[in-house]
């Protein structure tokens, strides 16, 4: 290695501003290892004061971020509004309008696309309406603190994983969007009576829900009922479910031995 | 001495496209009957439909397109690779953040000569080439490279080696292409260049590019950086720079303008148009934004704002005054928002309308835009006797005499919302304040003041004067 004296004393030129950028610049020998081990060791969290507005415009650039993401950017984004200065309120402001954009134009794309289709076709889009119902609930989850349009985007996204179900029963996979907005809305009784015409008593993404509903509705001890059925399906749970059930109902059924309690 | 023939610089406006910007140049241009105007407009492509009446003072139009392959009709003076050691030494000036000295390689290069071609073949220009791909982007393919320099800088090749209308100023509504085809006129030609910038194109540029996901980080950074340079060869070049207000104008020192050259000139309003509007008091409470349905004016926020005082005052009603058509999805949007709070039944999209005609009854008017200029709405809106309340943005903090119970920041319904609060609760006060409101219209923002300002800097100018305006506020 060189040392870390290499930055100080590195002549101008390529100054990768990512570690992925690092990494190829040091695969091509343009740079030594030392640069890489800055660019990945550095990192500024992005929600931490002062931001670093060229990471928050590297990340806005791009199109394919997570509902999780969108949501810690457009926190930051509204931190930045209220700043003193113009340019950087704008550049909130702004960005926040272009997430939103993004659901928005997708949303439109795919009513369009459901127009086309047509009432007439053997399954009227569902597989559309079903993905509608999810930016809908994205973007409900994108106004977090705006109680109103969050909740019209909620309805909005119930509303269409409605009308892709509305002969059909409910596939599993859409089960947790749809508890998901229900809960969302505060509508747990709801949530709860969709769970139960469901009976996949066996099902352990069903229990989780039911544990979830339970608890949301101030019914602790149901909630120990579904991880302690939980417990004994060790296998079907991922390592988050396992955590949750031990925590209420001990180490499931089947757990490898040392596993965390909590 | 015959009033000046001035050549209007326009990009992406006046008189393809409809907007503030051309609407400004129409009317500037219709003010002014006795100075003659000629167009120099740069189009993306040929044969626009051109959206305005052309008045009788503009005598003459040359439309550029920008993508259109050029011939060279003419060689540089001197030897190529002198010029293009001038040009390497331009790109260290700007890569050090200044404006260089560019009257050398202007000498060199003679209108209808096109340096697109050279500038790959020329072995020491080709290096340059190289160099910049070394230093900015070698572990990516040097293709993409070479892809985005071409596309960045054959826009820049096509207008320096056009010709330019022969006139006796040279005014660019806005710095970016049209600004350097303005450098290159006050260049060429010797004659007085004259800018005005309506907003910061450089900055404006900027947030479309960093919010572009198909831009790459290298390219983003090769687009901004030649906009901004283009920006401080404008203020570097221009005998005279405009803006609309003084936060643009400190802008336009940080990036090298002289103090003494930039000025402020505010746009106006016709007066009389909006004062004689006749005010009668209707049922209920109205609040009005004016302004296009499209995500910049933020028109959710409007609607959350109506939803929170509709909430608390049952009479009071809403109206979303301006065009509906220009962004669909949003309008949609928008539209099933209200729908949603059940407040349809007082809130209306009027689509495009006489702004008169409501200014005779809203009580309050909104703005509550994440970016604006300086808004002639606000300006309509004192003029006419009515109240406004904003988000702080462009020059708005400025208009409301920087009062913060009708400022809120961008987005912030429930600020908004008690601003109109405010408004409906203290009617005394608020009288008083629009006395006062149109009294500082009347006194600033006449429309007839602003183009007896622009005639005077004009023939200033073509006097070989100094402009006849001292740097600040005109």
Known sequence: MAGFDFFRSRPAGYAPRTPAGALRAIGAGLLPTEHFVYASTSVKPLDEEPFDLDSIERLLARGDLGIETTQQLKSILEKLIGTDDQETALFGAEGINALEGRYVNRIEALKKSLAKAGPGTAAPGSAVLRELARQYFELAALHGRASSIRAFYLHEAFASVRAAHEKGRIPRSDLVLMVDILVALGLHDQAARLLEQIRAEEDPLVLMLGARVAFHRGQYVKVAGFCRKLSRLARGLGEKERRIVSFWAGAPEGAPEGEPNA | ?474
């Open chain 2, 1 to 474: 001495m015959p009033e000046p023939t001035v050549c209007l610089i326009l990009e992406g406006s006046y008189p393809y496209v409809t907007g503030g910007v051309s609407a400004w140049v129409q009317e500037l241009i219709m003010a002014l009957p006795e100075v003659r105007f000629i167009l120099y407009t740069l189009s993306p492509k040929r044969d626009q439909a051109i959206r305005y009446t052309l008045p009788p003072n503009v005598v003459g139009h040359k439309d550029l397109v920008l993508h259109e392959k050029q011939r060279s009709t003419a060689r540089p003076r001197g030897r190529m690779d002198a010029l293009v050691e001038d040009i390497r030494s331009m790109h260290s000036s700007f890569a050090a953040r200044s404006a260089p000295d560019i009257e050398g390689i202007f000498r060199r290069l003679p209108a209808g000569y096109f340096m697109s071609s050279d500038a790959v073949r020329n072995p020491k220009a080709w290096e340059m080439i190289v160099e910049g791909n070394q230093a900015h982007n070698p572990v990516y393919p040097f293709a993409d490279y070479f892809w985005s320099w071409k596309s960045a800088h054959d826009i820049a090749f096509t207008i320096l080696g056009q010709g330019i209308p022969e006139a006796d100023i040279y005014h660019a509504v806005s710095t970016g292409y049209a600004g350097l085809a303005g450098v290159m006129a006050r260049l060429r030609t010797g004659k007085p260049f004259l800018l005005t910038e309506h907003g910061l194109y450089h900055k404006e540029r900027e947030m479309e590019i960093k919010r572009a996901g198909f831009v790459k980080g290298y390219q983003r950074d090769m687009w901004i950086n030649m906009y901004n340079d283009f920006s401080r060869l404008c203020y570097r070049y221009a005998d005279r720079i405009i803006s609309l207000f003084e936060y643009n104008r400190r802008r336009q020192l940080e990036m090298g303008a002289d103090e003494d050259k930039a000025i402020v000139i505010p746009n106006g309003i016709d007066i009389p148009r909006f004062a004689s509007v006749k005010r009668v008091k209707r049922p209920g409470f109205h609040v009005g934004l004016v302004g296009r349905v499209v995500p910049i004016k933020d028109i959710k926020t409007f609607i959350l704002m109506a939803k929170i005082v509709a909430d608390a005052l049952p009479e009071a009603r809403f109206w979303c005054i301006g065009p509906t058509d220009e962004d669909p999805a949003y309008h949609e949007d928008c539209r099933a928002l209200v729908e949603s709070f059940q407040i349809a039944d007082r809130f209306t999209f009027t689509g495009k309308a006489d702004v008169r005609e409501f200014y005779g009854f809203l009580d309050v008017l909104l703005l509550t835009s994440v970016r604006e200029a300086q808004p002639l709405v606000i300006l309509e809106a004192f003029a006419a006797g009515l109240p406004v309340a904003s988000t702080r943005v462009g020059n708005v903090p400025e208009l409301l005499d920087y009062d913060e119970r009708f400022l809120s920041a961008s987005k912030d319904s429930e600020s908004l919302a008690r601003s109109v609060r405010y408004v409906h609760d203290h009617p005394g006060e608020i009288a008083e304040l629009v006395k006062k409101n149109r009294e500082t219209v009347a006194r600033f923002y006449d429309k007839a003041e602003v183009y007896r300002k622009y005639l005077a800097l004009y023939r200033g100018l073509a006097g070989g004067l100094a402009g006849g305006l001292a740097g600040g506020r005109a």
